[in-house]
């Protein structure tokens, strides 16, 4: 009886044993990046994900990046992944997307988004949703239709907030950029709509980030509960425009379209995927562009210097004007040009996108390491953004620098859309926000700090205490 208990017992030790061993050491064959795998399981899941307020490279990358070099291998959620902080490797990830690498997120997160959102999705079926989208927010259609639109939700929202004693910009830029995302696509009015769409996406952003336990209470569970109901909501609007539909003509928005293609013979889409797109494309778009707009004001309101620039660039806009009150102009649009400095300054500081996902379809050799097949790569853009040897003081906000940037090939060091194939689709939409949004601001409004703007990242950006702010018409 005993001698069983104690083999048992020995068996299970040198499983155990075993079992962690080869966590720490796993299989390649050839030499592995170095690095450690941290705890079983949930290796270094939590030291990857822990707050901090600085601007800098996250220390999580920055410690591994002085202990081994700019290539190294972790664990997070769950999985082996190589993290590379290395412009050659990054770029070289890029080019091969399809070939050696593939698009992935962990599985948290096509639960969340759906097993067939963009991020997901290859060849054809990618090709094809990827043309649709740039139907809708590529430049041609910001030229012919977006520019005055964008323009004319920046003025309502501006008036409406000059109004009011304090902003939380955050807040406020978020449903700005909402509504008009989702009047583009589903012509969603939340001052007529009976469904609080975007209240689901809030619950849904609370828990995006978190440990993926699905039992209620936890942040995760009422993450999934959130896409459940903007889904549902999504699917029921989608129903009642197909019935209408029938009865009068098209507004020509993105569900309109959805049904035309449906309703082809021989169609590759389908609803679901249709419906996840859209949610994709909802979430994408306000809650990326609205934290780089309140920390473009909160850095414009660190540096009065900046902001002055900015503003007279804009007055000479209006200045050359016949009629003040005429809306931009396209080419007007394209003048800006220490404005679109300003955006590249922001979004590279923000480094809203803190890691790009990749999966190695093969086993790839690079600089003496192995990337065996099968692992999750991560580029690091902050470790791009923010490299002292490439960006001068890279902690400074400084527009300037952006002078003549686009002579030399910025790409290799500049991602905060990505790169290669999988680029932003949203890009140019972001930018139009952005340009325009501080055109409408800097001509007829200032504002004042009233309390918050403190960021943390974990490592995503954040501003635990938002951004709130006195908004006031000047008048000249
Ligand atoms: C400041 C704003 C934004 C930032 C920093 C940003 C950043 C990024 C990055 C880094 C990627 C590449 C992901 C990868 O390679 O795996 C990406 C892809 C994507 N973005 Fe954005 N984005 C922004 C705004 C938008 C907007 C406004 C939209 C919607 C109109 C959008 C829609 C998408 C979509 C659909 C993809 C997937 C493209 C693909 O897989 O080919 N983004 N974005
Ligand atoms: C952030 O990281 C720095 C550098 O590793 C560290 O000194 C600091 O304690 C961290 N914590 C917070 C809350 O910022
Ligand atoms: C902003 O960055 C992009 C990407 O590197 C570059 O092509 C563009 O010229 C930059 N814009 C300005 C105004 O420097």
């Not at 005055?148 to 449903?175: C, G, I, R, Y």
């Not at 959805?258 to 909802?282: H, P, S």
Request: aromatic share 12%; charged share 20%.
């Amino acid at each position: 009886m005993w001698s069983i208990l104690v083999w048992t017992g020995a068996l299970v030790v040198i499983f155990i044993t075993h079992w962690v061993y080869s966590w720490r050491n796993p299989k390649c064959n050839g030499k592995l990046p170095p690095g450690s795998m941290g705890l079983p399981l949930i290796g270094e899941t939590l030291q990857f994900f822990s707050p901090n307020t600085s601007s800098d490279i996250p220390p999580f990358i920055k410690e591994r990046m002085q202990r081994y070099g700019p290539v190294f291998r972790t664990s997070l959620v769950g999985r082996p992944v190589i993290i590379s902080t290395d412009p050659d490797l990054n770029y070289f990830i890029f080019q091969q997307e399809g070939q050696l690498f593939q698009s992935w997120y962990p599985d948290t997160f096509t639960e969340i988004f759906g097993k067939q959102n963009v991020g997901s999705l290859h060849g054809f079926m990618y090709k094809y949703l990827k043309n649709l989208v740039l139907n809708l927010f590529g430049p041609e259609n910001i030229k012919e239709e977006l520019l005055p639109q964008v323009e004319q939700f920046a003025q309502k929202n501006l008036h409406l907030w000059s109004s009011l004693d304090s902003v939380e910009l955050k807040e406020a830029f978020a449903t700005m950029i909402f509504d008009l995302t989702a009047n583009k696509l589903i012509s969603y009015d939340s001052t007529k709509s009976r469904d609080n769409l975007r209240e689901s996406f809030v619950a849904f952003i609370q828990g995006l980030i978190s440990f993926p336990l699905d039992i209620p209470g936890t942040a995760y569970h009422k993450c999934l509960q959130g896409r459940k109901r903007a889904m549902k909501l999504l699917k029921e609007m989608l129903h009642e425009r197909r019935a209408m539909l029938e009865k009068r003509k098209g507004r020509g928005d993105f569900f309109d379209y959805v049904l035309e293609e449906l309703a082809k013979e021989g169609t590759i889409l389908t609803e679901a995927i249709a419906l996840d797109l859209m949610f994709v494309l909802l979430f994408a778009s306000f809650e990326t562009t609205s934290l780089a707009l309140t920390l473009a004001l909160k850095l414009l309101s660190d540096n009065p210097s900046v902001l002055n620039e900015l503003t007279e660039e804009h007055e000479k806009i209006l200045s050359s004007r016949e009629n003040v009150d005429a809306g931009v102009t396209w080419k007007e649009y394209k003048s800006m040009t220490y404005t679109f400095q300003v955006i590249n300054e922001t979004v590279r500081l923000a480094n809203i996108v803190p890691g790009i996902f990749r999966k190695s379809l093969r086993e790839i050799q690079f600089k003496g390491y192995t990337i065996p097949t099968g692992w999750a790569v991560m580029v690091c853009p902050p470790a791009v953004h923010l490299n002292p040897a490439k960006y001068n003081d890279p902690i400074a906000f400084n527009p300037k620098r952006w002078e003549g940037m686009e002579l030399n090939r910025a790409t290799k060091n500049f991602m905060a859309f990505g790169g290669g194939m999988r680029f932003c689709v949203g890009t140019d939409f972001t930018k139009v926000q952005m340009a325009i949004f501080l055109h409408c601001l800097v001509t007829k409004y200032r504002w004042t700090t009233i309390k918050g703007g403190d960021i943390v990242r974990t490592p995503g950006l954040a501003f635990p205490n938002g951004y709130h702010v006195r908004i006031s018409e000047t008048h000249k």
